[in-house]
């Protein structure tokens, strides 16, 4: 018997944009949401899309920047997730940044003011029998212990998991501005979004020195031989691996100059508008697993902070996903029970905006499944399609099999090369984009006239 209504089982990016889809088809949808009656160790609301780790999606330029692409792609789906990012953003220069806490009410007050929307508080154990016969699974990276355990009891795999770090926030009040500076390098934005701190090579060496020899927290067992995803990296990981490796990532003093000085810097500390009010800020690249007492020694070394309040200081959280290529189909179902679909970050994508997309497309498949007339994935040339594409078994050449699967973040190397054309490199990604968006105007059409 065909049930009415389609559960979702996590209320995180992939869960309320997956629901907001199915309404759009005018199909019930059942939310369970675990918070608060099962906490995590890194949520600090119950809200529905709480955003843990930044405030940030990341580049909003579609047509030089793949993640830019994406979220260009989801508007033209009527992305909710975009739509509040839209409504709460708050400057970052060419990034889309947003108030977490407006962006999450955003979404849960839009989500429950529609009459076909219904939210269950709860925890769920076990994947659902047939009882449920279309369900969608985007708990995201901090799925309970029962339900993982019940995940692979179905999956036969072994647990992959991979570490997540967050980053310290300071209140603005308390930087020095006789040192500090708002600048976006090569003043790329519409206005200075960024307050950037000044290091010249002692600093810069006497921070490398604290973040090695610091005190660090403990490995858990559950952390222990778990490997890190680059994309949220540790700072102390990152200067553990050679002392100018901060000066080539997150600390690069490229297109900077120091207004106090006028000189050249030789690192550079950014902070990036954390709240719509203006009065937090996060430590770009700065997520870290070194204890609270011995970041606020580090940190406070830096030239800016010496008088910092701390709003939030870092941590790290376990990210735990699905081998995917071997588990799912193109249409994001559970080979193994089809009326199961998986979507978000335990899908084996890695990001707020890959999360939500693959949300996005999983409840466009569940609802089109529903109604009797299933699609087909969008194609790969899409930032979608290349994502699917991806994680359900097509992994480019030399970056990993089914056997050393890991998530990925959305890039222009996992879409398939222009073709018949010779362009400069400069070129090539927004001929990349121009093509996607083009190619997912059609499939667009295509599901709309069948």
């Not at 976006?184 to 206005?191: A, C, M, P, Q, W």
């Not at 690192?267 to 970041?295: E, P």
Request: hydrophobic content about 40%; overall charge negative.
């Amino acid at each position: 018997m065909i049930t009415k209504e389609i559960h979702i089982i996590g209320g995180g990016m992939a869960g309320t944009e997956a629901a907001w889809q199915i309404l759009q088809q005018n199909i019930p949808v059942i939310l369970h949401e675990m918070r608060p009656v099962r906490k995590t160790d890194v949520h600090q609301t119950d809200g529905l899309a709480e955003m843990v780790c930044s405030n940030s999606f990341r580049s909003d330029d579609y047509e030089n920047n793949a993640v830019g692409l994406l979220h260009e792609e989801m508007r033209r789906c009527n992305s909710l997730i975009m739509e509040a990012a839209h409504e709460n953003s708050v400057p970052a220069g060419s990034a889309l940044a947003v108030d977490r806490i407006a962006f999450s009410q955003y979404i849960q007050n839009k989500l429950e003011a529609h009459p076909l929307f219904t939210m269950i508080r709860e925890e769920i154990t076990h994947i659902p029998e047939k009882d449920w016969n279309n369900v969608i699974i985007a708990t995201g990276p901090l799925t309970s212990d029962a339900l993982a355990r019940s995940i692979l009891n179905h999956t036969g795999e072994d647990e992959l998991a991979f570490f997540d770090a967050i980053a310290p926030i300071v209140y603005k009040d308390s930087i020095d501005f006789s040192k500090a500076w708002y600048q976006s390098r090569y003043d790329k934005g519409d206005t200075a979004d960024y307050i950037n701190l000044p290091l010249n090579e002692a600093q810069y060496n006497i921070l490398i020195d604290d973040l090695i020899d610091t005190e660090k927290y403990d490995y858990k067992d559950w952390e222990k031989n778990t490997p890190y995803f680059d994309g949220c990296m540790p700072i102390e990981v990152m200067a553990e691996r050679g002392h100018e490796t901060l000066r080539y990532g997150p600390m690069k003093p490229v297109g900077l100059t120091n207004p106090h000085t006028n000189e050249d810097c030789y690192a550079i500390v950014q902070l990036r508008q954390d709240n719509k009010l203006d009065t937090l800020y996060n430590m770009v690249g700065f997520q870290t697993k070194m204890k609270y007492a011995a970041q606020v020694e580090a940190f406070k070394k830096i030239p800016g902070l010496e008088n910092a309040r701390f709003a939030r200081l870092g941590g790290l959280h376990r990210n735990t996903f699905i081998n995917s290529p071997n588990l799912l189909d193109s249409n994001l179902r559970f080979k193994a029970m089809p009326h199961v679909r998986f979507a978000g970050q335990i899908s084996g994508v890695e990001g707020y905006v890959e999360s939500a997309a693959m949300g996005l497309m999983a409840g466009r498949f569940a609802a089109a499944e529903h109604k009797g007339s299933p699609i087909s994935a969008p194609p790969m040339t899409t930032a979608f399609g290349a994502l699917i594409h991806y994680i359900t078994g097509g992994q480019i050449p030399g970056v990993g099999d089914r056997k050393t699967f890991q998530p990925m973040n959305i890039n222009f190397g996992i879409m398939p090369p222009l073709e018949g054309k010779k362009l400069k490199r400069k070129d090539r990604k927004p001929e990349k984009s121009m093509r996607a968006l083009k190619d997912l105007t059609e499939w667009l059409l295509a599901i709309k006239n069948d």
